[in-house]
């Protein structure tokens, strides 16, 4: 099994029915059988014991709880504002702009245009 994979519900059921009183190295053996990590076994297991058996049986979502890169109202507003004073003092609100465009429009003429391609003495 892949270490993407979900876990099989029938291994996820077997594992929250796990007897109490299992001999020593069953879990080894089970976990070895169905190609799951001893970690997720006892993961799973305990997930079973405080969530009860319906949990265990439906993976995990994977999604983050929170998204990190995104950004609050508060944040927004100000850069907003920031932007705007920039604009209206006449500055350049981003400054690394013009080198984007000049690298998309290719530079304008430069001192020795005129020069390339002329006759030198």
């Not at 879990?27 to 990590?37: A, K, M, N, P």
């Not at 709880?65 to 507003?77: A, D």
Request: neutral net charge; proline residues 11%.
């Amino acid at each position: 099994m892949a270490a993407n994979e979900p876990i099989d519900p029938r291994v996820r059921l077997a594992i929250s029915q796990w007897p109490e009183d299992a001999p020593r190295g069953a879990v080894s053996t089970f976990c070895d059988e169905h190609g799951i990590s001893r970690k997720s076994f006892y993961e799973l297991r305990k997930r079973a014991l405080v969530e009860g058996l319906a949990a265990v049986l439906e993976p995990k979502s994977r999604r983050p709880r929170s998204s990190p890169s995104k950004l609050t109202e508060q944040v927004k507003v100000q850069a907003v504002q920031v932007r705007a004073a920039l604009e209206a003092s006449g500055l350049e609100p981003r400054p690394d702009q013009r080198a984007r465009e000049d690298a998309r429009d290719g530079p304008g003429p430069g001192p020795l245009d005129g020069v390339v391609g002329a006759d030198l003495p």
